[in-house]
């Protein structure tokens, strides 16, 4: 995979609010999440974060994770692999989103999207796996962790195939908006295709 590392814009979004406000009540509560994932007894660098529905929240959750995990110490890289309205360049104030590999203003941590000469990572989730694994072993090389922003989708298997190839999964729920049912209904997709499912995070609407 060819890495480009020009840096990025420094117009990091409100959203990532683990850049502007570390020490704030929410980035404290991701650190609670990721101190609960890195308790399970099989370590876990390569997670899929993976929204129960549309307009979830799951790209700003990815978005902060990975600062944090970045802010640790921890060189990590964050794959947007959002077949629908990726959000990470946004985010991140990225000049396009037609970069391979992007490192932001956040020391130790990088972007990866698709570029016009190589698929979209999220394309190649879903249509060439075999190449969304090498792009992992690849990245893998380079970086201590791995987070995958996945996108909801009705079939969920986005969702799977991101499971698959990551050491588990963390389901982002939405209070009063996500369904009790659907999110029954994820999980046990998930677990039926092998998917360690690391728990759930709720978030405000």
């Not at 020391?107 to 249509?127: F, H, M, N």
């Not at 991101?162 to 588990?168: Q, R, T, V």
């Amino acid at each position: 995979m060819n890495m480009d590392r020009r840096p990025a814009h420094a117009d990091i979004h409100r959203d990532v609010f683990a850049f502007h406000v570390p020490r704030g009540q929410s980035a404290d509560t991701l650190r609670a999440a990721l101190a609960r994932i890195e308790l399970n007894d099989t370590p876990v660098r390569r997670l899929a974060v993976v929204g129960c529905m549309a307009g979830s929240g799951r790209s700003f959750v990815a978005a902060n994770l990975a600062v944090l995990l970045a802010q640790s110490g921890q060189r990590t890289a964050l794959i947007d692999a959002a077949r629908e309205r990726p959000r990470q360049h946004l985010l991140f104030g990225l000049s396009s989103i037609d970069t391979a590999s992007t490192a932001t203003t956040v020391p130790r941590l990088t972007v990866v999207t698709g570029t016009e000469t190589q698929p979209s990572l999220a394309d190649t989730l879903i249509e060439a796996p075999a190449q969304f694994a090498q792009a992992m072993t690849e990245l893998g090389r380079k970086y201590e962790y791995i987070l995958i922003d996945t996108s909801a989708h009705p079939s969920d298997l986005d969702a799977i195939s991101a499971g698959n190839l990551s050491d588990g999964a963390l389901l982002i729920v939405q209070r009063g908006i996500t369904p009790v049912h659907r999110l029954r209904t994820l999980t046990d997709r998930l677990r039926e295709s092998g998917t360690r499912v690391l728990g759930t995070l709720l978030i405000e609407e």
